[in-house]
């Protein structure tokens, strides 16, 4: 008896060294996560003032090679305080409507650059981003620094950003950003028209239980089969409605969406630390490949991935099935840790909104005659793709080389198949 009891003592103590040892490096854990939290916030803020810095100098120059510079930065910068912002479990609705304004001003510095947007008209619309970014970047650095400042934990941050009830300062943010993207940016009539089609596309799925969403999502992310989960039902109005789950589980925290009707998979995303050992970028590519195709979607291929120091961003988009052709509106997104390859973020938006296509001639060209000799075309293959009308067209892609004695430049070229008319043309080096 003595014995056991002893037995018992040493196994008590034992235990009670191992859930103090759990406890001490789960809180180690979150403390670095939400040290990752504040840095990217910071390089958010830091890129924010460069943002002011380069509309106020595309403002300065009429010449169009003085005014490259500043218009790359504009285009760059909006890109990169989009990946930060995406990155942070910040209120949804303030970061849905500063990633749009984020991507339109991106956008318009590029068409700018192209030489496809008037001077008199770049500097009205300039002139009212910049005072727009003036206004905007003071109440950032407040509710920012607020938000950082008066957490005092981990669960604390995650428990603000979660509410159901946003703070007031947030949701404030959220619709004067919204004003901007009216003003600055209004939508022509063709995007209004798209932006409608999208919206008001219905999924002729029948209904689903939260229940079964709650089972469907532990089935298909494994390392959240015993998380803790809060469901909540999205806003009225939204273009889809969804059922979206917050989830805490050890030191991963995040959310899944998924549509009442049909149980499909929106977006994800899972929070944790990234440690420091990293996997080659085919065997990413490899996990990536067969996470879209246990996510059921079989008809997709990998086109695009591009690295920061954590995470791999992959991009996935669907196959026709009668041309094969890659349709590029209807794309996946899939965020990876760089230590293990764990799928840390999906969004499937494009792909369940998918473009009805038109039938298309497809006119053999012969590439000899259309470029110059000092051309070789890499590869060829067919792809949908947006005109500036939003009309999808059927297009050849190509990635071509050009080469000099001097240099060589690698372009990705997309040709109309009927008409042949260059629809996007971009040197990749």
């Known amino acids: 008896m003595k014995i056991i009891t002893s037995l018992l003592a040493v196994a008590l103590i034992i235990m009670g060294v191992f859930l103090y040892t759990s406890k001490q490096n789960e809180v180690a854990l979150e403390n670095d996560l939400r040290a990752q939290y ?8 830091e890129k924010l003032t460069e943002l002011q810095k380069s509309v106020q100098s595309a403002t ?3 010449d169009p090679k003085a005014q490259a510079e500043p218009l790359e930065d504009i285009w760059r910068l909006s890109s990169e305080i989009k990946s930060d912002i995406s990155s942070l479990p910040l209120q949804q609705d303030f970061s849905s409507e500063w990633l749009n304004y984020l991507g339109r001003l991106g956008d318009y510095a590029k068409l700018k650059s192209q030489g496809k947007v008037p001077e008199e008209k770049w500097l009205t619309v300039t002139n009212n981003v910049s005072k727009n970014l003036d206004e905007f970047s003071v ?9 950082l400042a008066k957490q005092q934990s981990f669960s604390k941050w995650q428990k603000e950003v979660k509410s159901a009830q946003p703070s007031e300062k947030w949701t404030k943010m959220s619709t004067t950003v919204k004003g901007y ?3 600055d940016f209004p939508l022509t009539a063709s995007e209004s028209d798209d932006q409608k089609k999208k919206d008001l596309k219905a999924i002729k799925d029948k209904p689903v239980t939260e229940k079964r969403v709650v089972k469907q999502m532990k089935e298909m992310f ?7 989960v809060v469901v909540s039902s999205s806003k009225s109005g939204a273009a889809y409605p969804f059922y979206h789950i917050s989830f805490n589980e050890g030191i991963r925290t995040g959310y899944t969406d998924y549509t009442k009707k049909g149980g499909q998979l929106l977006s994800m995303l899972i929070e944790r630390p990234i440690g420091k050992d990293r996997i080659p970028q085919e065997e990413m590519k490899e996990k990536a490949t067969k996470a879209v195709k246990k996510y059921g979607f079989e008809d997709v291929e990998l086109v695009e991935s591009r690295e920061n120091h954590l995470v791999w961003h992959v991009v996935f988009v669907r196959l026709d099935p009668v041309n094969k052709a890659r349709i590029y509106a209807d794309a996946i997104q899939l965020k990876l840790a760089k230590d293990d390859g764990e799928v840390l973020g999906v969004n499937t938006m494009e792909y369940i909104q998918k473009e009805t296509l038109p039938d298309q001639k497809i006119v053999p060209v012969s590439w000899n005659e259309y470029f110059t000799d000092q051309v070789a075309i890499q590869s060829e293959v067919l ?4 005109n500036e009308e939003l009309q999808q067209r059927l297009c050849y892609e190509l990635m ?6 001097e240099e060589s ?18 040197m990749m080096n």
Do not use: C, G
């Not at 494994?222 to 803790?228: H, Q």
């Not at 071509?400 to 004695?405: A, C, D, I």
């Open 400 to 405: 071509v080389l050009k080469e000099t004695k």
């Open 181 to 183: 993207s009216e003003s």
């Open 38 to 45: 504040t840095n990217r916030m910071t390089e958010a803020s």
């Open 60 to 62: 300065v120059f009429n």
């Open 139 to 147: 109440e950032w650095q407040n509710a920012s620094t607020e938000l």
């Open 222 to 228: 494994p390392t959240l089969k015993n998380a803790k």
């Open 409 to 426: 430049h690698t372009f990705r070229i997309l040709i109309d198949t009927e008409t042949h008319e260059v629809i996007k043309s971009e």
């Open 383 to 386: 792809a949908y793709t947006e």
